[in-house]
């Protein structure tokens, strides 16, 4: 709804009128909300491609923050420009960045998303491939631990559940899994649809 303002109740549950307003000085006007429309027009098959990788860059742009703090004194203590990233390494255009955060013992969570389903799309619902050691070219990694989504526990802690579904014959092919991360190679594997977290020690 672009514009919340109706005269009656639509009878949708709300028992009354919806009528929001938005008020500047002592004049109040109907609430419009505004947006941005994205439409693309692709070969048959080949949308997926462009949903998913202009849907990352809508729904998760970067965020500018700013602090009540002089540019100066703020630029002074601060390393303003770095990476870790080796400049010729990018992630695959079929993988997202979800998490990147310091904690405070210093040890980084990282969480990473692949981007399709199996089966969309030819080239991307495939196996996706991290290389840590290039994300990473600055710091030595010393330990990663695979942990839960919520990063609570490791994963090699975490009990599988088996359910059983009344009419399930199971005929369905397994899903796509990375494998474990390799200490020597620290490469991480992202099957379609797959999420995910490490910790990482340096």
């Known amino acids: 709804m672009l514009h919340r303002r109706m005269i009656f109740d639509d009878g949708r549950g709300v028992g009354e009128a919806l009528d929001e307003t938005v008020c500047a000085g002592d004049k109040c006007e109907g609430l419009t909300v505004r947006g941005n429309y994205y439409i693309s027009i692709n070969q048959l098959g ?3 491609r462009w949903r998913r990788t202009t849907g990352q860059e809508v729904y998760s742009p970067i965020l500018l923050a700013f602090a009540h703090e002089k540019l100066e004194d703020w630029t002074a203590s601060h390393l303003v420009k770095a990476t870790t990233m080796d400049p010729n390494y990018n992630l ?5 960045l979800i998490t990147l955060q310091e904690l ?6 990282l969480r990473l ?11 991307y619902s495939t196996l996706a491939k991290v290389e840590l050691k290039k994300m990473f070219a600055g710091k030595a990694i010393k330990e990663v631990k695979e942990m839960s989504l919520s990063a609570n526990q490791e994963k090699s802690q975490m009990k599988k559940m088996t359910w059983k579904v009344e009419g399930d014959k199971g005929g369905e092919p397994a899903a796509i899994r990375g494998g474990p991360v390799d200490s020597s190679t ?13 910790l990482l020690k340096s």
């Open 46 to 48: 080949a949308g997926s």
């Open 186 to 198: 620290l490469v991480v594997e992202l099957g379609p649809m797959e999420i995910r977290t490490f």
């Open 92 to 96: 695959p255009l079929n993988v997202a």
């Open 113 to 123: 998303a692949h981007l399709y389903e199996a089966g969309e799309d030819a080239e």
């Open 104 to 109: 405070d013992d210093g040890s980084v969570l």
